[in-house]
């Protein structure tokens, strides 16, 4: 099977495996993980932020940010696609208490004047707007990247309104790797940021939060709260640090494939790509290809020993990552020419 359905997919590699077997370990609820300890100084140092802390999984790590920067009954400004807003559980308001502001963006970017005018004015009727967030790249939008200048100003909006801006950057990596642009440039114009290690970058599991000591000294209390305070966690830490290690700089291969694949799948008649493929997500309607609906052209491609994903009624998501090589894309592409 050549398994497009997601980069979460990604198994752990020779490296990680044997990372795991050989991590030396302690208990982290201590704070005497080595091998933890190793991962969050890395992914603070690659963030440039005071602190990390090593969470269980993206959703995790974003939850324990609204917990950790709101009091129940504020409100968070985030995009009207947010994977918060929309592949959360509702979590911000179920655990955090807090109410979202979904503001309606531009391939995942909202605008700063939008931002500016949701701000709360102090009044006895008003939910208080305790914190923004943003998400680069942005899944919804077919791994858009989040223009650096769109950061920066949401983030000098937020500055001047002394609200705290929090990244959901579980592909932040993607972005990086696509744009040139560094991990400490973007969370420059953060106060703190969550990444996934367990998509592209591969790691069986796991994500980082980082912030201040301040802002993760109180989010470790909070994980702690959520049951995520982890023992000899160094075992799934370890491959977290080859993640960081060797599969950064290969992301673009994953790129590369992504738009060799966009460019093969529009050239196939009555398939429509649907976004600008900057990253690893190419999202297709099959429409006019005469699919009644997504599951079908999915049903049919799976007899040929292909996976991807439904992202709507009409649109397929293939999402590339390290198991899929130039050779499968082409693979693919013979493949979808013969069921259409
Ligand atoms: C996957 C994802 C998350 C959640 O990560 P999990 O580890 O699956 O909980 C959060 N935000 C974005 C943008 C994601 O793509």
Same mark, same amino acid.
């Given at each position: 099977?050549?398994d ?9 590699t ?9 991590a030396?370990v ?8 080595p091998?933890?300890?190793k991962l969050?100084?890395?992914?603070a ?17 974003n939850q ?5 920067h709101c009091?129940?009954?504020?409100? =968070?400004i985030?995009?009207? #696609?947010?994977h918060?807003? /929309?592949?959360? !559980?509702?979590g $911000?308001? %179920?655990? &955090?208490?807090v ?11 909202m ?13 006895i ?23 650096l200048?769109?950061m920066e100003?949401?983030y000098? =909006?937020?500055?001047?309104n #002394?609200?705290?801006?929090h /990244?959901?950057? !579980?592909?932040? $990596?993607? %972005?990086s &790797?696509?744009s ?10 953060t106060d703190?940021?969550q990444?996934?290690l ?6 069986p ?37 080859v ?6 700089d ?7 494939? &992504?738009?060799?694949?966009a ?5 196939i ?8 493929v ?8 099959v429409k006019?290809a ?7 052209f ?8 292909i996976?991807?994903g ?13 198991h899929v090589?130039k050779?499968?894309v082409?693979k693919v592409l ?7």
């Amino acid at each position: 099977m050549i398994d497009l359905r997601s980069d979460t997919i990604t198994k752990p590699t020779r490296a990680m495996r044997q990372a795991a077997y050989e991590a030396e370990v302690g208990d982290d609820v201590y704070g005497e993980d080595p091998t933890v300890n190793k991962l969050e100084e890395m992914a603070a140092n690659t963030l440039g932020k005071e602190a990390a802390l090593f969470v269980t999984s993206g959703t995790q790590g974003n939850q324990i940010a609204a917990l950790t920067h709101c009091r129940p009954g504020d409100e =968070v400004i985030l995009e009207a #696609n947010a994977h918060i807003y /929309l592949y959360e !559980a509702a979590g $911000f308001s %179920a655990l &955090a208490g807090v109410q979202s502001r979904p503001l309606q963006g531009e391939r995942g970017a909202m605008d700063p004047e939008d931002v500016a005018a949701a701000i709360r004015a102090d009044d006895i009727h008003f939910p208080k707007t305790s914190l923004i967030c943003l998400e680069n790249t942005h899944n919804k939008a077919g791994g858009a990247i989040l223009p650096l200048e769109n950061m920066e100003a949401i983030y000098q =909006v937020a500055n001047k309104n #002394n609200i705290p801006v929090h /990244l959901d950057g !579980a592909r932040i $990596f993607n %972005a990086s &790797a696509a744009s040139g642009i560094s991990i400490k440039e973007y969370a420059k114009f953060t106060d703190t940021v969550q990444f996934c290690l367990s998509k592209g970058l591969g790691a069986p599991v796991g994500s980082i939060i980082a912030g201040s000591n301040n802002f993760i000294e109180q989010a470790r209390k909070w994980r702690k709260r959520l049951g995520g305070g982890l023992r000899q966690a160094g075992v799934i830490a370890a491959p977290g640090i080859v993640a960081l290690r060797d599969n950064v700089d290969r992301l673009v291969d994953d790129h590369e494939n &992504a738009v060799r694949l966009a460019s093969g799948l529009a050239s196939i008649k009555g398939l429509k790509v649907e976004n600008i493929v900057e990253t690893n997500i190419i999202l297709v309607n099959v429409k006019d290809a005469g699919f009644t609906s997504s599951d079908e052209f999915l049903e049919k491609l799976t007899s040929k020993g292909i996976l991807a994903g439904s992202y709507g009624p009409l649109t397929v998501r293939f999402v590339t990552n390290y198991h899929v090589s130039k050779e499968d894309v082409d693979k693919v592409l013979t493949s979808v020419s013969s069921i259409i």
